[in-house]
């Protein structure tokens, strides 16, 4: 009774945590840029007992009996699929046409330096910073350039012109050109190693081959549309399924644990009478 209460409760730990996955996504579902994340599952440690009665009747099953110990949540996947694409007509909203593509940023570490976080969220806009105007995301990043410097455009700007190849061109009230940048973009190759940083920004560890930064003057590189926003990839109508099918699991352990716990009731009472 021990071992079936055991193995239970394991599978309600790794159960509870797919559902706090699942209600993550369905939270975020309407974040601009979200990737959802998929919950997968591995077996505990299982023992396998050989030390059975000798039985001259044929066995259907091989020999020995496997007990397993529940299961665990092995990893959360992070699927990097295309979002849907709406248009804003806005000058500053982004998005790419291409699923592993992502805008570079600028994070501030906890002790103060800075390293580069990647995004896929592409409502910008521009403040007032020293005199001139920065372009940053939503929670006030600064926008790297290819050349990972802090995206910067003169006092008086008003215009803006991005190219589908990434180049953004600033223009003043008069249309006289007054800046011309290369959005900084990166091809991410292995999105498994991204780390969360809040606020739809990640990074990414110092690994070979797990991105590649693009360059905008190449042509067919870089896909990024103007006056557009890619929306999150989650569906709804998966995530409610996904979320009852995890919630009758738990129900079903729950029951194991109860059932087990009348059983060790009914033997207690056994040796006390």
């Known amino acids: 009774m021990l071992r079936s209460m055991l193995t239970a409760a394991n599978t309600m730990n790794a159960l509870q945590e797919r ?28 023992q396998q007992v050989d030390r059975l ?26 699927v990097s699929a295309q979002g849907t694409l709406v248009e804003t007509g806005r000058a500053l909203d ?22 580069i976080g990647y995004t ?9 910073m020293d005199g001139r105007l920065a372009l940053v995301t939503s929670d006030g990043r600064p926008v790297l350039d290819e050349a990972n410097r802090p995206i ?23 249309g006289a050109v007054v800046a011309r940048v290369n959005l900084g973009v990166t091809a991410i190759d292995r999105p498994q190693l991204l ?26 590189q870089i896909g990024v549309k103007q006056g557009a926003l890619e929306q999150s990839n989650v569906d709804l109508g998966e995530e409610m399924v996904g979320l009852m099918v995890t919630n009758r699991a738990y129900q079903l352990n729950a029951r194991a644990i109860s059932i087990s716990e009348q059983m060790l009731g009914l033997i207690n009472g056994m040796r006390s009478s």
């Open 19 to 46: 559902l706090d996955t699942i209600s993550h996504n369905i939270a975020n579902s309407n974040t601009v840029g979200f990737k959802r994340r998929e919950a997968s599952f591995a077996e505990l440690l299982a």
């Open 53 to 78: 009665p000798n039985d001259e009747a044929p066995r259907q099953t091989p020999p020995g009996v496997r007990y397993g110990n529940g299961a665990r949540l092995a990893s959360t996947m992070l």
């Open 94 to 115: 982004f998005a790419f046409t291409a699923a592993n593509q992502w805008f570079r940023v600028q994070v501030a570490n906890a002790n103060g330096d800075t390293t």
């Open 120 to 128: 896929r969220a592409g409502n910008f806009s521009v403040t007032p």
């Open 152 to 174: 910067e455009f003169p006092a008086g700007t008003t215009g803006f012109q991005l190219s589908p190849t990434g180049t953004l061109t600033a223009t003043d009230a008069s």
């Open 195 to 220: 780390e969360a940083q809040g606020d739809n920004v990640f990074t990414l560890p110092d690994v070979p081959g797990a991105a590649r930064e693009l360059n905008g003057n190449l042509r067919g």
